[in-house]
């Protein structure tokens, strides 16, 4: 099994490229199901979770091809409706194929996501969402089973008890643009990933109003066609290498980076005492000087994200002081604590709380990764720890961060994949 290696003290220096953003990628190719002519995605990162993604497409009979970042999908065979077991439990976002699947072929048939490592993960919001708009829904055999003969327009609210629900905007935008008459979403996400939804939805002759608010107004039944579109950056990349600029009191130029989705972590990060400069060349992060302790809330878009918890907590480990980081969207996302503790870090967890008090250094240490941020963060842990983080089960990592260890390297890290 492959780990990665990282021996940490090395100072970050120079330039790295953000790549486009794997949660933007995923539903822009389920939507891409809904037109009748091909359509071509640039910017794709090169991530086992599009690979997924991928199969899934092939699995309902379409085609996806990757070819130097440019995703070629044509859904003209797109006439199966089932996402088995075996690729929804490998990547949840399968089941955005229950609202492709019910726009274009009146029917879906998706195996039940469970729970993962960082919460319960419910649906409830996505089942809510398509039955409003007039589908019938069964959940049998693990399987949910949703038909509609005809999808018709509805005033949707779709709030939980975290708030929105990115997912559930997904579905509900897809199946939407097949239904009869005025679907209006009301409390819909404002993530960057879903606008970037809207914004191809739209670019293919959907008419949607109020990408990016809470009220998403969609008049359904417009005729899609396939078109050429670039995803956004990946946000939460760019904000790991932001955090390996600071905790490494390093400086990073990141390029393609969107400063006007990074405000809460580019805000934190000056609160903390490192240095954030927005240019048209992209974000470059300066760490160095004293930094201070601060309190994270973690909240829906444009709240410090979820995304981002893990990675801002290693930097916080080694800051002087306590700070305390709330974790308000997934109950279970702390799995990260005590792995950084076993590198000498000191912070304990009171329910939806973490109490982190800096300490004046991290030791390396063979770690377990619980899921893909959390991989990320013992990375970040193990830029400045003293000795050798050897990092296991990476395998989350490589859903989610393209090359990580060459991007990190380049910038000077002592990092490598070792088998
Ligand atoms: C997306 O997951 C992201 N995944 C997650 O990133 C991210 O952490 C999350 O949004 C929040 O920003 C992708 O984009 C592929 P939600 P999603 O539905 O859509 C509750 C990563 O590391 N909820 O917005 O599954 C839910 O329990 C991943 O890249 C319901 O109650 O998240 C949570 O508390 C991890 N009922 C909150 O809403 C539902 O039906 C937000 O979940 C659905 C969700």
């Not at 992060?285 to 918890?309: A, E, H, N, R």
């Amino acid at each position: 099994m492959q780990k990665i290696s990282v021996k940490g003290g090395k100072t970050l220096k120079g330039t790295v490229e953000i790549s486009g953003s794997k949660n933007a990628t995923l539903p822009v190719m389920t939507a891409a199901l809904l037109a009748e002519s091909p359509s071509v995605i640039h910017n794709v990162p090169y991530l086992n979770d599009i690979k997924t993604m991928a199969q899934v497409l092939h699995t309902l009979g379409s085609t996806a091809c990757l070819e130097d970042h440019r995703l070629h999908i044509d859904p003209k065979g797109f006439n199966k409706f089932e996402a088995p077991y075996e690729l929804v439990k490998t990547m949840r976002a399968s089941i955005y194929s229950l609202g492709a699947c019910l726009a274009r072929l009146g029917e879906a048939k998706v195996s039940l996501p469970g729970g993962c490592a960082i919460g319960a993960r419910p649906i409830d919001l996505h089942l809510k969402g398509v039955e409003q708009l007039g589908a019938k829904v069964t959940i049998e055999h693990g399987y949910i089973h949703a038909k509609a003969t005809k999808l018709k327009g509805s005033t949707i609210y779709l709030a939980g008890p975290h708030g929105p629900s990115v997912g559930a905007t997904v579905n509900v935008l897809m199946a939407a643009t097949a239904a009869e008459g005025t679907t209006v979403i009301e409390s819909a996400s404002t993530e960057p990933e879903v606008v970037d939804l809207v914004n191809f939805l739209k670019a293919m002759g959907a008419h949607i109003e109020g990408g990016g608010t809470a009220r998403l107004v969609i008049e359904g039944q417009k005729t899609l066609k396939g078109i050429d579109y670039s995803v956004i950056p990946d946000r939460v990349e760019a904000g790991t290498f932001m955090v390996a600029a600071a905790i490494t009191r390093g400086d990073v130029l990141l390029k393609k980076a969107e400063a006007a989705h990074m405000t809460a972590v580019s805000d934190k990060l000056r609160q903390i005492g490192v240095t954030v400069e927005e240019s048209t060349e992209g974000i470059r992060v300066k760490g160095g000087g004293s930094y201070k302790p601060s309190d994270v809330w973690i909240l829906p878009y444009p709240g410090f994200p979820t995304d981002m918890q893990a990675q801002i907590m290693a930097l916080l480990a080694v800051v002087p002081g306590v700070s305390v980081i709330t974790e308000t969207i997934w109950e279970n996302r702390f799995m990260h604590v005590f792995e950084l503790n076993r590198m000498g870090a000191e912070i304990n967890i009171d329910r939806s709380h973490a109490v982190v008090k800096g300490v004046p250094k991290l030791t390396g240490a063979p770690v377990m990764a619980s899921d893909l941020r959390a991989s990320a963060a013992l990375i970040l842990a193990g830029l400045v720890a003293e000795g050798e983080t050897l990092v296991q089960r990476i395998y989350h990592l490589d859903r989610g961060y393209e090359k990580i260890e060459q991007k990190l390297s380049a910038l000077g890290a002592d990092i490598q994949r070792t088998n």
